[in-house]
C-alpha cells in the first residue's frame, strides 16, 4: 500500500514556463513533508520542506503548497531552467513519539525542461 | 563541510554471496539511516539509528541484512546470503538528530546480483 504517490511518472516543460508536480498522501500521521531532486547516479538532493502546520514554504524558484483536507502537495518551480531537469521525489514523515521517523518517499516524477 | 560518504560505489556479485557497504555521515549528525532503492521505486527505509542504538529496522529484512553503527559515527551494512532480489541502490542519510526532519542522502552504492 503506497503511502505516498506521485501519479505522473514524467512531465515536459518548456524554459521559463511553471513546472507543478504533485503529490497525495494517505497517511494521516505524517506531519513533515520533503521534496528531493535526484540527478542520475546521485544521491537525492534535499530542495524544500513544509511543517503540515503550514499551508506553503517559498524558497527562491520554489515554492511548496500542501493542502492537509485534500491530503495533497504540490511543488511549484517558476521559472524553469534546464538545470531543473531531473527526478523529483516527494517524502513525508512523522513525528512517532521517539522524534522524526524515516521517510517514505513517492516513486518521483521525471521533469524534463525542453528550450 | 563535507557530505555523506558512501563506498564502494558499484558493487557485482553472485548470489549467495555476502557484501558489505559502507558509510560516513556529515560530521555532527547524530541519526543515521539506510534506505533501498530498487529500479523505478523511491528509496525504503531499512534502518534507523540514533547514535549506536537502533530507532527501527522494521522494514530490515532480519534474515539476511544486519547493520551496525558501532562508535555513533559511521556505519556498514551488510547482506547475507545476497538474492537477485537484493540489486538496487543502497542509500545512507543522515541528519542532525531526531528532532530534525530533513535528511543528506549519499551518492549510493549501485549492486548488481547475477
Known amino acids: 500500500d503506497q503511502q505516498v504517490k506521485q501519479n505522473s511518472p514524467s512531465l515536459s516543460v518548456q524554459e521559463g514556463r511553471i513546472s507543478i508536480l504533485n503529490c497525495d498522501y494517505t497517511?494521516?500521521?505524517?506531519?513533515?513533508f520533503l521534496w528531493y531532486k535526484k540527478y542520475p547516479a546521485e544521491g537525492p538532493t534535499f530542495l524544500i520542506s513544509?511543517?503540515?502546520?503550514?499551508d506553503k514554504n517559498e524558497d527562491g524558484r520554489f515554492t511548496v503548497f500542501l493542502n492537509k483536507s485534500a491530503k495533497h502537495l504540490s511543488l511549484h518551480i517558476v521559472p524553469s531552467q534546464p538545470g531543473d531537469s531531473a527526478v523529483y521525489f516527494c517524502?513525508?514523515?512523522?513525528?512517532?513519539?521517539?522524534?522524526?521517523?524515516?521517510?517514505?518517499f513517492g516513486k518521483g516524477t521525471h521533469l524534463i525542461i525542453q528550450p | 563541510e563535507a557530505g555523506v560518504a558512501q563506498s564502494p560505489r558499484y558493487k557485482i556479485i553472485e548470489k549467495r554471496q555476502s557484501v558489505a557497504f559502507w558509510c560516513n555521515p556529515i560530521s555532527g549528525h547524530a541519526t543515521l539511516y539506510w534506505y533501498q532503492q530498487i529500479l523505478g521505486q523511491g528509496p525504503k527505509l531499512l534502518i534507523q539509528f540514533q547514535n549506536n542504538g537502533v530507532v527501527d529496522d522494521s522494514q530490515l529484512p532480519k534474515d539476511r541484512f544486519s547493520a551496525e553503527r558501532l562508535k555513533g559515527v559511521d556505519s556498514t551494512l551488510k547482506i547475507q546470503p545476497a538474492k537477485l532480489e537484493d540489486s538496487a541502490v543502497y542509500l545512507c542519510?543522515?541528519?542532525?538528530?531526531?528532532?530534525?526532519?530533513?535528511?543528506?542522502f549519499g551518492p549510493g552504492t549501485r549492486l548488481t546480483v547475477t
Open positions: 542519510a543522515s541528519s542532525l538528530g531526531l528532532g530534525s526532519y530533513e535528511q543528506y
Open positions: 497517511n494521516s500521521m505524517f506531519d513533515y
Open positions: 513544509i511543517s503540515s502546520i503550514k
Open positions: 517524502a513525508a514523515s512523522a513525528d512517532s513519539g521517539g522524534g522524526a521517523d524515516g521517510l517514505t
